[in-house]
C-alpha cells in the first residue's frame, strides 16, 4: 500500500531521529585522548628533567647549615655560662654566710679570752702566796686556766669549692687569693690552738701533784666555802719543793703567753673575715 505523505507521519519520523540521536553513545578516539592528557613528572623520575645546582647554590646551603649550628652552639654556650654564673653567685652567698658566723663566734671567743686572761694574771700573782695558807682569790681566778673559747671554723664552702672544683667558677681572682688567705690564717690559728691544748694537759698534769685536790673537795663536800678554807688555814699544797713551785709557775706562765698568742690569731682571724666579707660584697655588689 503506498504511503501517503502526511503531516503527522513527518512529525513522528523526526522524534524517533531526535530519539535515536540523544540516546546513541559518543565515540571518541583514544589514542587522541592519550595525546591530549597532560603528562606530569615526579621529582625522583630519573628520567625527569631537573635544573642543574651551580656553586652559588652550594655555598647558601652550607651557608644556612652553618648558620643553624653556630647558633644551637651559641645558645648552649650561653646556658652553660649563666648555669655557671649562677652557681659562683651561690657558693660566693653560702661563703659571706660562712663569714658571717665566723665573725659572730670570734666575737664571743675573744671576749672569753679577755676574761681568761685577766684571771691568769691574776693566779700567776697570787700562786707565791700559797705557801703560807689557803688563798680563795687564787682558786677563783684558777679558773682561767681550766678552759679556753674553742673556735669552729665554718669551712663547709670553702672546703666543697676545694673538693668539688669550684674554685674554677670564681672568676674574680682577687677574690680567690683572699679566699686562700683568710683560709690559711685560720690554719695558723688553729694550729695554735691545739698546742694551747697540749699547755692545758700539761698545767693539769702538774696540778694535781702540786695542789691538795681531793682534801679540798673533801671540806667544800661537808659545806665549806673557800673563805672558810682560807680563814681556818687550810693547807692547799701538796709539796712545798721550791723547784717543783717554780715548775708549776714556769708552766703557768707558758700556758698563758701561748693563750694570748692564740688570742691574738684569732683576733687577726676575726679581722680578716671581716675584710673578706666587705671586699666580696664590693666585688658582687650583693648586699
Known amino acids: 500500500m503506498p504511503e501517503f505523505y502526511s503531516e503527522d507521519n513527518q512529525t513522528n519520523k523526526s522524534e524517533d531521529l531526535i530519539s535515536s540521536e540523544e540516546i546513541k553513545p559518543e565515540t571518541t578516539n583514544p589514542n587522541e585522548e592519550i595525546e591530549n592528557m597532560e603528562v606530569h613528572h615526579h621529582a625522583h623520575d630519573p628520567a625527569a628533567p631537573h635544573h642543574k645546582k ?92 681550766t678552759w679556753f673559747p674553742d673556735f669552729i671554723y665554718t669551712d663547709a664552702t670553702i672546703q666543697q669549692l676545694k673538693n668539688s672544683g669550684g674554685f674554677r667558677l670564681i672568676r674574680n681572682q682577687k677574690v680567690v687569693d683572699s679566699i686562700m688567705s683568710y ?8 694550729i695554735n690552738e ?39 688555814g687550810f693547807e692547799p699544797l701538796l709539796v712545798r719543793e721550791e723547784i717543783a713551785l717554780s715548775q708549776y709557775a714556769n708552766q703557768l706562765y707558758f700556758h698563758s703567753s701561748i693563750s694570748k698568742v ?7 682571724v676575726k679581722t680578716k673575715a671581716e675584710r673578706l666579707l666587705i671586699f666580696i660584697q664590693k666585688e658582687y655588689d650583693i648586699e
Not at 262 to 268: C, D, I, L, P, S
Request: proline letters at 1%; glycine letters at 4%.
Open 262 to 268: 692564740v688570742a691574738r690569731n684569732m683576733q687577726e
Open 54 to 145: 651551580n656553586w652559588k647554590n652550594y655555598f647558601w646551603e652550607f651557608l644556612m647549615l652553618f648558620l643553624a649550628v653556630f647558633c644551637g652552639f651559641l645558645a648552649e654556650y650561653q646556658l652553660e655560662h649563666k648555669i655557671e654564673r649562677d652557681r659562683e653567685i651561690q657558693y660566693v652567698r653560702s661563703l659571706m654566710n660562712d663569714l658571717k658566723t665566723d665573725t659572730t663566734n670570734l666575737s664571743k671567743n675573744l671576749k672569753g679570752y679577755k676574761q681568761s686572761h685577766l684571771r691568769q694574771d691574776t693566779a700567776m700573782e697570787l700562786f707565791p702566796s700559797l705557801k703560807n695558807g689557803f688563798k680563795q682569790r687564787f682558786f677563783k681566778n684558777y679558773r682561767g686556766f
Open 194 to 232: 691545739q698546742q694551747l691544748v697540749k699547755k692545758q694537759d700539761k698545767t693539769f698534769e702538774l696540778y694535781v701533784q702540786i695542789i691538795n685536790i681531793n682534801s679540798m673537795a673533801q671540806q667544800i663536800k661537808k659545806g665549806k666555802s673557800l673563805k672558810q678554807l682560807e680563814d681556818e
Open 183 to 190: 683560709d690559711g690564717v685560720v690554719k695558723k690559728a688553729l
